[in-house]
């Protein structure tokens, strides 16, 4: 059997439960309100018959039968000889109890009839006397009204005070919805808009803490950033001494002379790779720029040969320093990492670029590819670890994301989603 469905969010989950709340009382309400209104006045009302009905017989015992006839008809009571017809009116809270108690209330030989007389609903009570005789007594209704008038007014009550929980439901829930989308910028170091630090107590006091995090996190990756920076930028100057001396030392045999310039330039690499990850793109300049021709670019700086289809204009507002950075990154990772035939495609889908770079290697797995984003996880094919952190944070700084999915039946395609204008 399915279960029903219930509301996931805070808010509807409050009002939901402040709804049957109040429904169950208002149900509470009305048969509370039936067994201390409805029920009495049905009980009085036969002790008052039954009175009646006491006087009316002692009344036929001594009197003849026409007199006894015509003193009910003086005092404005409708008599009659024969069974009146009768009506179901159960519906009538107040007629339901009073046929319910009616055996319990009068004495033998009586009973109650409910009927009507021209417009009126009326109760007709049998008397115990030879020939019997059936009186009716008019029912006033406006108990009933009454009644159906505080039933109204409990129901208004309820809606107006469900109403008012929804308001001030959706005063906390509104606050802790606008920090939650900001909370991933927060994570990343960013600080927190205006309005997240809006909204009940506990909830600014939740995004001051949240914002006082962020601004440790984001002062310890400055430090490390600087530090980061400073030591790869000290080390270049004794790198280029090392390269100079490679080139004046003599007697070194070439091959190994071309192989400690190899190593130099993989360290020089290295190191422009830390300064990029350190520097981090944040503080450079968005400007309008052409990703067709920065693709081209990065291409013609590689060494393999590369399958490309791209529009001949691709428009959009970027970074381009960092996007030529994080393209180049994902053209070296394929060629390291990966085997050809590689392929660069770069494409529009709605208000996103997608640049879907390629290739036939060995591929990752699903749990491989999670890994590879982190910084300074290495793989078999060496490098520093921090290619594809440099391009998944260049794809956050343009609202967009890097995806690594499997190409099929062999391969990796790295997917570069870019949201300029």
Known sequence: MSRLPLPRSVFGQLVLVIGLVLLGSAVLAVAMGRQMTTRPAAGQLLKAMDGFADVAEELARTQPHERVVAHLRDAGLAVSELPPPARDLRAVPFMRELLEQAPQQLAPGREVRLGRVGMANVVWLKLNTQPALWVSFAFDQRGSRVLRFSVLMLFVGAALVWLAAAYYARRLVVPLRRLAQSAPAIVRGESPPAGALAGPREVQELARALADSSRDIREAAEERALMLAGISHDLRTPLTRL??????????????????????????????????????????????LDLAVLCRHAISACEREWEVEMPPYAPMTGKPMALQRAVGNLLANAQRHGAPPYSLRLSRQGDAWRIEVADHGPGLSAQAAERARQ?????????????????????RQHDGELRLLPLRPHGLVATLVLRGS
Request: aromatic letters at 6%; proline letters at 4%; charged letters at 25%.
């Open 375 to 395: 910084p300074f996880v290495h793989g078999e094919g060496g490098g520093t670890g921090l290619g594809l952190a440099i391009v998944e944070r260049v794809a």
């Open 243 to 288: 390269q100079y001396a490679v080139e004046l030392v003599p007697g070194v045999d070439t091959e190994l002379r071309a192989g400690m310039h190899r190593d130099i330039a993989d360290v020089d690499a290295i190191l422009s790779q830390f300064i990029a990850y350190a520097r981090d793109g944040r503080d450079e300049a968005s400007e309008p």
